[in-house]
């Protein structure tokens, strides 16, 4: 016999209703439910817990012949607040972003995300996912209310990206943030690589000449648009 709640948490937030789940390894017609504590919180026959105090909580089921599991759960204050950040406020069409969510120090609570239009943009699991150009308000939502929301806006996917320079030239151990440009009106991510062991590339573009030698700097959008320098 295994007791685990609906979603898998072990943590909550005062005020919180939540569904208990047993499995067993041969069928039966349901358990029986106790609490160590009664003031803590309210549980009914189906397994349905609503949580009333701060502290740890645990629940005994136990079947008619007897086998029994115990599940402890934490409960702490519900949050005040909530905040929520994006990776990034702008992305282009069919491009994906994430997003995280936090609540103060010593809350806790169950949240969801969602979007304003989700034909502009559609919140799939911890990821946003921009379907056409416009803006949408992003809002949290805690399980009591509290809510926070961020602005997101789509732009069109890029068609061309493109480097201020046609060549560079570097010493060895210099350093120089080569940016690629998209076109005008869109937005995106880009991924900078080399092609050459004398160089290196970071995620922003930023190149370190490591020795002499020639090399090729690649900048590509996140739908496939590429641009070169060599």
């Given amino acids: 016999l295994t007791l ?49 105090r701060t502290g740890k909580l645990t629940i005994t089921a136990t079947t008619y012949n007897g086998i029994s599991t115990k599940l402890t759960l934490t409960i702490k204050s519900a949050p005040k607040s909530v905040s929520l950040k994006l990776s990034r406020a702008e992305l282009g069409a069919g491009e994906s972003a994430g997003f995280s969510v936090a609540l103060p120090k010593g809350r806790s609570g169950s949240w969801t995300v969602e979007s304003s239009d989700p034909a502009i943009a559609a919140v799939n699991g911890n990821t946003i996912v921009a379907v056409a150009p416009g803006t949408v308000k992003i809002t949290v ?49 880009i991924h900078y690589s080399a092609q ?22 690649i900048a590509e959008t996140y739908n496939g648009a590429v641009v070169a320098i060599f």
């Fill in 4 to 52: 685990n709640t609906a979603d898998g948490r072990k943590t909550f937030g005062v005020g919180e209703t939540l569904q208990l789940r047993f499995e067993t390894d041969s069928p039966v017609a349901g358990v029986t439910y106790k609490l160590n504590n009664r003031r803590a919180a309210t549980l009914s026959a189906d397994g349905t817990l609503t949580l009333k």
């Fill in 141 to 189: 939502r805690t399980f009591n209310g509290k809510t926070n929301t961020q602005t997101l806006t789509v732009r069109p996917a890029p068609e061309s990206v493109s480097f201020d320079w046609d060549s560079l030239t570097l010493g060895a151990g210099e350093k120089f943030t080569l940016k690629a440009a998209l076109n005008s009106g869109s937005a995106g991510s």
């Fill in 196 to 217: 050459g062991d004398c160089i290196q590339v970071d995620a922003s573009g930023k190149i370190t000449a490591l020795k002499e030698g020639e090399a090729t700097v």
